[in-house]
């Protein structure tokens, strides 16, 4: 496979997060900046919130054609639930032998970058300190042990020995990085007997937010009565009131610090390290009357109103009851392609099933659904380019392809975001955004792509059901042990077919066939040597049959032929002579100790004096028992093996 551009990998976990979404903007543009394509190899949710689901999404990383990278920037600390970052590292160790970039956390086999998050905190200390006049400030870190939750402690710690202000243990609290820990760290600060501190500065917004609701729920005002600040600046803490003080994570910088090490490690030239620097985002939460988080208010909503958020949310969004109501999967693409102008008229989507994606056949003993990995062959039934969107479910590309696209001649450099396509743990395929204008995904995209997977799991449900249905409706009119139509199947098309011949003025031809000695060979061989006789007969009236002409096994040892399109008597008879020959190859080599052999009566003809079908059956039936009668006559019906009989 032969690439136009190199291509630098990103392997994370729900990239529009905070976080996420500025450190792959950092990596984009750096990447762009350096001609380098851009493949994001990502999960929509690093928490494990349903596990079926949640090992579901982490197969993405199974889909990854590493030969087809040239340097790969890896966020072990979003893909940390059940071992997936233990298990992507193996693989990539095992795959892998170009340059590869740890971010945050520090790896033994790759090099490593990491968020300067302690300068930024200390701007927001030192804040507090120079701006506010305050020196008793507790501070709530991470997660202990955890290498965010240390750099920012150690940013608080260096604030306070610049300003000379006595480092206090007792005022240090260990948190989670979520809303869980707020009230403990506030409960135990009453417990003191020691005045409430001026400030409790926090390691991540989120954790501010429950401080601040402690407090409330204490009966101290913020800030007031305890100063709060956060850091990372999230849109949970822009929009709270009050708008917390917070400082926006350097991870932009991150991000191209790490495509400035990867291209210095393919080009063997010489990596120069920037500094990362933020500035404090004042909110009302530490006491400035000002609220500059009304710049980021509008930003963010004027982002979400680009992006169709508002349009999907809708309650005239009957997305998914539209791509659930199809049962056909080219209908359901074709609906599906409407729909994508959610995402973006500039985007382009590829959605990628795997062969087999929807399992037909399974039931609920036998669920042997596709959970790891991916087939070898991909279908591509869905493509927008822009405005050019093309529905084609039998176009086909091979897995180390990964997008047929991801190779093409391009001006500009590009980012493809490859995600999962999955019901729980039951893997579909996978699906590759791009957009020109935003080098990311809209913020609706997720959800819009879970419309995507769940409204997929109903097509193969209908599909399955419709599928069933078919197998049952087969079996009820087919012979098992022949695999030709069955009695039951005769009853159902013979009227059919004589009521169109006799509409039409055709000729009905009928060839009724007899299967002589089953009773001999049953006794005599056993019935799994009758059955050999039984499938050798309907396979030669099967071979016999050309187009329009049906077979039927409608007793033990009966068959028929039918037929309202043949032009002469001329052709039943040559019917019945490729059965007799197919027999006699038969008899041949199968070498058994008896012969097969049918005894065969026929009717060709107009129809229109009769009523049912019935009349000519019976002439045919009559003329096969003639036959039978001469072949019981001439010593078959006690036949025995010889050379003169075969």
Request: with cysteine; charged share 25%.
């Amino acid at each position: 496979m032969k690439k136009f551009r190199k291509i630098i990998g990103v392997i994370l976990s729900q990239p529009d997060s905070a976080y996420q979404h500025k450190l792959l903007s950092g990596i984009i543009e750096r990447a762009f900046k350096l001609n380098y394509d851009v493949a994001v190899f990502s999960s929509f949710v690093k928490d494990e919130l349903s596990k079926e689901w949640h090992y579901g999404e982490a197969n993405i990383f199974n889909m990854i054609n590493y030969s087809a990278l040239d340097g790969i920037i890896f966020v072990p600390d979003t893909l940390r639930v059940n071992g997936i970052d233990k298990k992507v590292e193996q693989d990539i160790l095992k795959n892998f032998k170009k340059p590869v970039i740890s971010v945050d956390i520090k790896s033994e086999h790759f090099n490593n970058i990491y968020t300067d998050d302690i300068q930024s905190i200390k701007k927001i200390i030192s804040h507090l300190i120079e701006k506010h006049r305050l020196t008793d400030i507790a501070f709530m870190t991470g997660i202990k042990g955890h290498p965010h939750a240390t750099n920012r402690l150690t940013g608080y710690y260096e604030a306070l020995v610049e300003h000379d202000i006595p480092i206090d243990q007792t005022r240090v609290f260990y948190g989670d990085f979520w809303y869980d820990k707020g009230e403990e760290v506030v409960q135990a600060l009453m417990d003191d007997p020691r005045p409430m501190p001026q400030a409790i500065a926090c390691a991540c917004d989120t954790m501010a937010i429950s401080v601040c609701e402690a407090l409330k729920a204490h009966g101290f005002k913020v800030p007031d009565d305890v100063a709060v600040t956060g850091y990372d600046s999230i849109e949970a803490g822009i929009n709270y009131i009050p708008c917390i003080t917070s400082c926006e994570l350097p991870s932009d910088t991150t991000g191209k610090r790490a495509v400035s090490l990867i291209h210095s490690l393919i080009t063997d030239t010489k990596f120069v390290d920037e500094k990362s620097d933020t500035d404090i985002i004042c909110g009302k939460s530490c006491g400035c009357p000002n609220d500059a988080a009304e710049d980021l208010r509008q930003k963010y909503k004027t982002w979400r109103d680009n992006d169709y958020f508002g349009e999907f949310n809708s309650t005239y969004n009957f997305m998914l009851e539209a791509l659930i109501s199809e049962k056909d999967l080219e209908k359901y693409m074709a609906a599906l392609a409407w729909y994508t102008y959610m995402i973006g008229n500039s985007c382009s989507f590829y959605l990628c099933l795997c062969e087999n994606w929807d399992n037909l056949g399974e039931t609920e003993q036998s669920q042997n659904y596709r959970k790891d990995g991916y087939s070898q062959k991909m279908s591509l039934p869905l493509r927008k380019i822009g405005d050019e969107k093309r529905v084609n479910p039998e176009l086909e590309f091979d897995l180390s392809e990964m997008l047929p696209t991801l190779f093409d001649r391009r001006p500009k450099p590009k980012a493809f975001f490859f995600s999962p396509v999955n019901f729980n743990d039951r893997c579909f395929g996978y699906a590759v955004f791009s957009d020109d204008e935003k080098n990311s995904y809209p913020a609706c995209y997720c959800q819009w792509m879970r419309y995507v997977s769940t409204s997929l799991e109903s097509l193969r449900r209908q599909r399955n059901l419709m599928y069933m249905y078919k197998k049952m409706e087969d079996n009820a009119v087919t012979d098992l042990l022949t695999g030709i139509y069955n009695r039951n199947g005769f009853n159902m098309y013979s009227e059919k077919i004589f009521s169109t011949v006799k509409e039409n003025g055709g000729c009905l031809s009928i060839i009724i066939g007899d299967l002589n000695n089953l009773k001999y060979i049953n006794d005599n061989f056993g019935h799994s040597e009758g059955d050999f006789a039984i499938k050798s007969a309907a396979d030669a009236f099967r071979l016999a049959c050309e187009d329009d002409m049906f077979c039927y096994r409608i007793g033990g040892d009966e068959y028929v032929i039918l037929s309202g399109s043949m032009a002469s008597a001329d052709k039943i008879t040559e019917a019945e002579n490729l059965i007799n020959e197919h027999l006699r190859k038969i008899n041949e080599s199968a070498d058994k100790p008896y012969s097969v052999s049918i005894s065969m009566g026929t009717f060709f003809g107009p129809v229109t004096e009769y009523d049912s079908i019935e009349q000519p059956f019976n002439l045919a039936d009559s003329r096969m028992f003639t036959a039978k009668e001469k072949f019981k006559q001439d010593g078959g019906f006690y036949y025995k093996r010889s050379a003169s009989a075969k």
